[in-house]
């Protein structure tokens, strides 16, 4: 199918719209601040990039609203049309800003009312609003999230569950967030400098971008114009790590092949490279690698924008892509990185940069999710469709775990040492992956990966990494317990565990929605084998359950 983008809207800290954005990468500037609409006592540095006129009630609705209104008006797409769909990318959706003063006010004995304020609350309020008659979902696979989205998008409107799907990345900075990467010792103290020989970190920054993707015909029928095709995507798991990327790249090089191999293309059609571009030591040093085993030594532009608008975490992908697709359209790329350290295997620069026809955008993030994306001009014909494959289920365990102490020993004599050290909502994942393994006599192979779905999620970390917050202070963030207000930690904790590199999605939403979406994959020829993982955990120490599937392609 013949999938093309007709409308985005994007607001970031250079302002609304691309221009504003657009004219801070050719100029070389950035949106840096050193006065974050948030208490930043204790955080060192507190140096990010906000949206200056965004209002912080419920700041990260405010900035999917506006962007979205802005991706209906391009496209000339009006809401009630069809059958529009949303998947919605975030790290932390509605925590910023609802979630912690509904929190503030229970610790201080207050009452107070959570609806609306998880991750999934501002897809949940637009698509409500909207009255969107298309499928909506939140994918919460940390940094990766606006690129992965791309994936699930495309997936239904080949299965015709939508006449045209919002694809969406979105995040607003909090001191939920911001404390947490301080405390990681992740913040650059005078702003991102990606690839460059003195890179000391990275910066923040906040924003959303909306793209409209939708079958080309419908397009034309409709007399909207094509700003860009989608050629292909690719998602892959490190295996290796919670927090940090595996050294020689190969999560996100396997997620770059993975995108070329769904566009039915090589690594020569491709003329430009949207990097993730961190500005952290180990993320920039993988990514070199990673387009050294992809691309070789041959001359490929390359450019980022964390270091103008900072790393907007879960929107990230969707502005990259954004960025791409004007390049794509007024055929300019944005500069490279000003110095690029010599140490890195990084591609040549070609000189003069190209006109770019196919480019591609690459993202990683927490959880070893790496996410690619492959876009080009519109006059570029995707590879021909493929017919949908059939599915089966191997083998289903599933798993109820009581209230109250629970004797893990009893449910998993002598597990790996990992296993003890988890929080309860990561173990029970766990434990139901280990029962489907056992029901199916042996761990499969490193190309599965795992799809998860569970409605709440990490919430109970969430409480007690923001409980120490308040009570102790930006400066006393627990590191730990931030590294897992990641609501795919039991996936990415089983990619460790057994070695499962194939594509990672997680989704806040119901545990049935991980088979649907694990099906989907495998039905539309992006994933070979996997496990579907849905887990109900509420907070605390109250029962919980898990259902794990593996499926594969029927022979």
Known sequence: MNLVITGLGVWTAAGRGLEPLMALLYGGGHAFTLSPPYPVEGLEPPLCAIVSDLGRERPAEALLRTATADAFAQARLSPATGRVGLVMGTSTG?????WERWHRAVLAGERASEDGCGRDGPTLVLARDLGLA???????VACASGTAAFTVAAGWLEEGMASAVLVAGLDALSVFIHAGFAGLGAL?????RPFHPERDGLTLGEGAAVLVLEPAEAAAARGARALATLLGSGLASDAVHLSAPHRGGRGAAAAMVAALRDAALDA???DAVSLHGTGTAFNDAMEAHALREVFGERPLAIHGVKHAVGHTLGAAGAVEAAVLIDALGTSRLPPPPAALDPTLPLPP????????RIALSTSSAFGGNNAAVLLARPEIAPPPSRPPRAVRVVARASLEV???PVDWAALWPSPPERFMRVNRYVRVGLLAVQRLFTATGGVPGPETGIVLASPSGCRAVDLRYHQRLVERGAAQASRLDFVYTVPGAPAAEASILWDLRGPPLTFVGPPELAEEEATRLLRRGRAERLVALGIEAPEGDGPAAAVAALLEVAP
């Open 188 to 192: 650059s103290p005078r702003g991102a």
């Open 349 to 356: 620069q070609p000189s003069p940069l190209p006109a770019p």
């Open 268 to 270: 020569g059609a491709v």
């Open 94 to 98: 509605n925590l910023s800003g609802p």
């Open 402 to 404: 009581p209230g109250g």
């Open 134 to 140: 298309g499928p909506v979902a939140t994918l919460s």
